[in-house]
C-alpha cells in the first residue's frame, strides 16, 4: 500500500447540514406541527412556574426547552446554542459569537432573576424579547423562542395566565415589522451602551391592550348568545 493510499483511509471529519428537513412544504409543515407544541408547552410551563411553593427563576433549561419544541425535527441543532457565528438579514446588528453565547444568556436570565420585583412585567418582557434576539443564541428559531420565553416572563410576573387566544406571540407573527422596529431600536441604544427598551415596552402594551379585548368581545358574543 502506497503512502497517499494509507493517507485516503484516514478517518476525517465532515460536517453536517444543520437541516433535517429540507422539502419546503414539509419544512413549513413541521414548523405548524411544532407551533402548537410549543404554545402547549409554554401553557404547561407558565402554570407550573405559578406555584407559589416554587418560586420563579428564569434559567437556561427554560429557554433551550422551548427553542426544542420550535425546531425538534427541523434542526440537527434543536435545543442546542449554535455553534458558529449567525447573521441576521436586514440587520445592522451583529451578533456576538458563538463561544460567548452561553455566557450572555445566563446574564439575561441573572438581568431577570435580580430584577423581578423591581422592575415590572411589561419591562422584564420587552427585555427578555430584545436580548433573546440581540444574542440570537440559535442556529434558528431565534424569534419563535423569544417571543415565547417573553410571553412565560410577563405572565409569570404578573402572577396568572393572560385570558385570551389573540396572545401577544400570535399578533406578533401576523404582523412583524412593528416588532421589528421595536428590536431596532433596542439595538441602537445597546451600540451607545444604553440599555432602552421603551419602544418593545410600548409595542406589548398595545398587543396586550389587544389581547384582553379580543377577551371583552368573546364575552360580548356569548352574552349576545344568550339573549
Known amino acids: 500500500m502506497s503512502e497517499d493510499d494509507g493517507e485516503a483511509e484516514r478517518r476525517h471529519s465532515q460536517a453536517f447540514s444543520a437541516e433535517v428537513v429540507e422539502d419546503e412544504w414539509a419544512r413549513k409543515e413541521a414548523e405548524a406541527r411544532n407551533g402548537l407544541r410549543q404554545t402547549d408547552a409554554l401553557m404547561d410551563m407558565i402554570d407550573t412556574c405559578l406555584d407559589p411553593e416554587r418560586p420563579f427563576r428564569l434559567r437556561l433549561s427554560m429557554i433551550l426547552h422551548l427553542q426544542r419544541l420550535a425546531l425538534d425535527g427541523i434542526s440537527a441543532y434543536a435545543g442546542n446554542f449554535r455553534p458558529g457565528g449567525v447573521e441576521i438579514k436586514q440587520s445592522q446588528h451583529q451578533p456576538p459569537p458563538a463561544h460567548l453565547v452561553a455566557e450572555y444568556v445566563e446574564d439575561m436570565c441573572d438581568y431577570v432573576n435580580e430584577n423581578w420585583e423591581a422592575a415590572s412585567a411589561v419591562h422584564l418582557a420587552a427585555y ?77 402594551e398595545g398587543l396586550l391592550a389587544n389581547q384582553l379585548y379580543g377577551v371583552l368581545e368573546d364575552a360580548r358574543g356569548l352574552e349576545g348568545d344568550g339573549t
Open 128 to 204: 427578555v424579547m430584545w436580548r433573546l434576539n440581540w444574542i440570537h443564541p440559535f442556529a434558528d428559531g431565534n424569534g419563535r423562542t423569544s417571543r415565547a420565553v417573553s410571553y412565560l416572563v410577563l405572565c409569570v410576573r404578573l402572577g396568572y395566565r393572560l385570558p385570551g387566544s389573540n396572545t401577544i406571540p400570535y399578533q406578533i407573527a401576523q404582523n412583524r415589522q412593528p416588532y421589528f422596529d421595536a428590536i431596532d431600536a433596542a439595538d441602537a441604544a445597546a451600540a451607545n451602551n444604553k440599555l432602552d427598551v421603551s419602544e418593545m415596552e410600548k409595542l406589548i
